[in-house]
């Protein structure tokens, strides 16, 4: 057993269920352009999705579920994979000195034939084992060290596991500039035809995160993982769409969100809203009327978006709505320059409530404009 075999096998030693799970969705991640660009290499033209996907469902499995039994399963097809690629080293070890071996001995033959056809090809078959040689020496040195830095980074994933959690871990950037090899790979994968394509942009956006130690958010990665075998098995432009009507409510179900926690409703007590304390606030009927309409459209929108697949005609006309809000809460925060955040907007009644707007959703309109961004970006998607 070689050193880097002793090394993979002292990584899984000690370690418990989840930082089993967590290691192995780091390795995943660091071996992909690796198997990525091997799998390029062969085709130029080669479509990526299939080890794109599989290493996110892995990923996202492993994040998940990591004290569960079935993880193991992932585990070890990861260690597989680790391993392999060790012994992809051995074997280049291996084939340098049989290639430089044969291109010595066609060399002699060449010195010692006397015919010039048999002098020619013995001479290009020393030439020829020769570079094999060659490309088997440097593809050894380059396959261990990618297996070093997957083994060395693992180590440190280890001790961030330890001190800070699963989620500090990944917030770690993947490779450093020690992985030359990996990212030169990643940078090959990502000036391909393929990595050219509108149809990588969801995976180089998805990669390029964990790099940076800055993943895209889990339950975006969740439901891209969990689109249906039968439509990763249709043309790349229809997962590449479908993968972006994914994003895009999902855009817009955190844009909703966002927009939500700066507004409230707060039940009218006997001491007035806010209790004994209550807010300054104010009222306006220009004011009632634009607050009113992003009321209603943030209501049915939440409703809308419990069905998986609403109208979009229904969505359309919320749009609508909140543009209509947006133009007149904008109109009328024009005149009010001085209106401070924290001030209570009291601008109606609804269902015995009453509706409050924090004043800093009027002076700051960013949250309703990116729901409206998100609307429609969504919209196309929609039948």
């Known amino acids: 057993m070689n050193d880097l075999q002793n090394a993979e096998k002292a990584l899984w030693a000690k370690m418990t269920k989840q930082e089993r799970a967590i290691i192995a969705a780091r390795i995943a991640l660091r071996l992909l352009p690796n198997t990525s660009f091997g799998t390029l290499s062969q085709n130029p033209a080669v479509n990526l999705t299939h080890e794109f996907r599989q290493v996110l469902i892995q990923v996202v499995k492993l994040f998940d579920q990591s004290e569960a039994t079935d993880v193991e399963v992932q585990v070890d097809l990861i260690r597989a994979s680790l391993s392999g690629t060790i012994e992809v080293v051995e074997e280049f070890k291996h084939q340098a000195p049989v290639y430089a071996a044969r291109s010595a001995a066609a060399a002699a033959q060449a010195a010692r034939t006397q015919q010039p056809d048999e002098v020619a090809r013995a001479a290009s078959d020393a030439a020829e084992y020769a570079a094999n040689a060659s490309r088997a020496s440097e593809a050894a040195k380059i396959a261990e060290a990618i297996c070093h830095a997957a083994i060395n980074s693992a180590v440190a994933d280890i001790e961030a596991m330890r001190t800070k959690g699963k989620v500090e871990c990944f917030a770690t950037p993947l490779l450093d500039s020690k992985n030359k090899n990996l990212l030169q790979f990643w940078d090959a994968i990502q000036t391909s035809i393929y990595g050219k394509s509108n149809l990588f942009g969801f995976w180089q956006e998805w990669y390029q995160g964990f790099l940076d130690g800055k993943p895209i958010d889990w339950e975006l990665q969740r439901r891209v993982a969990l689109i249906d075998d039968d439509i990763w098995k249709s043309s790349s432009e229809e997962i590449a ?64 978006l419990e069905q998986e697949n609403p109208a979009h005609d229904w969505i359309e006309a919320i749009l609508a709505k909140f543009k209509a809000g947006l133009t007149s809460l904008l109109k009328w925060c024009a005149g009010k320059v001085n209106l401070a955040v924290g001030t209570a907007i009291v601008v109606g009644a609804t269902k015995g409530s009453t509706v409050v707007v924090d004043a800093y959703i009027a002076k700051h309109p960013e949250k309703i404009e990116a729901l409206i961004e998100a609307l429609e970006r969504w919209l196309p998607f929609l039948s």
């Open 241 to 304: 769409e479908e993968i972006e009507r994914i994003r895009t409510r999902w855009e817009v179900e955190k844009a909703l969100t966002d927009l939500s926690d700066s507004l409230s409703v707060r039940t009218t007590a006997r001491h007035g809203i806010g209790g004994n304390n209550p807010p300054e606030s104010i009222q306006d009927e220009r004011l009632y009327g634009a607050a009113t309409l992003i009321w209603e459209a943030e209501e049915e929108l939440s409703t809308a």
